[in-house]
């Protein structure tokens, strides 16, 4: 049973750091590209981050460029976004996700940037 757990959301100020983890099991991680999305309140779900199976190439939304992280730790089944220079509208739930072959989506986790 494909499962992805993500933890690590929180509260922050802006200009604050956030590290977000995402565990995953039930599929050969190493085999997959991860991904990270994020949704807002009345907005559509939406694609922050990318990170191919070995971790050799990383892609971003223009929006989170030089501020967001993705990376992976393929002995733990784990893919993780650090978020640096937060913004208030960086504030969504954040979704960990892989296509193995469908699309799989973990529970999310709130990041609230506020003052």
């Known amino acids: 049973q494909v499962q992805l757990v993500e933890s690590g959301g929180g509260l922050v100020q802006p200009g604050g750091s956030l590290r977000l983890s995402c565990a995953a099991s039930?599929?050969?991680?190493?085999?997959?590209?991860m991904s990270w999305y994020r949704q807002a309140p009345g907005k559509e779900r939406e694609l922050v981050a990318v990170?191919?199976?070995?971790?050799?190439?990383?892609n971003y939304a223009d929006s989170v460029k030089g501020r967001f992280t993705i990376s992976r730790d393929n002995a733990k089944n784990t893919v993780y976004l650090q978020m640096n220079s937060l913004k208030p509208e960086d504030t969504a739930v954040y979704y960990c996700?892989?296509?193995?072959?469908?699309?799989?989506w973990g529970q999310g986790t709130q990041v609230t940037v506020s003052s």
């Open positions: 039930g599929f050969t991680f190493s085999s997959y590209a």
């Open positions: 990170i191919i199976r070995y971790g050799g190439s990383t």
């Open positions: 996700s892989a296509l193995v072959p469908i699309r799989v």
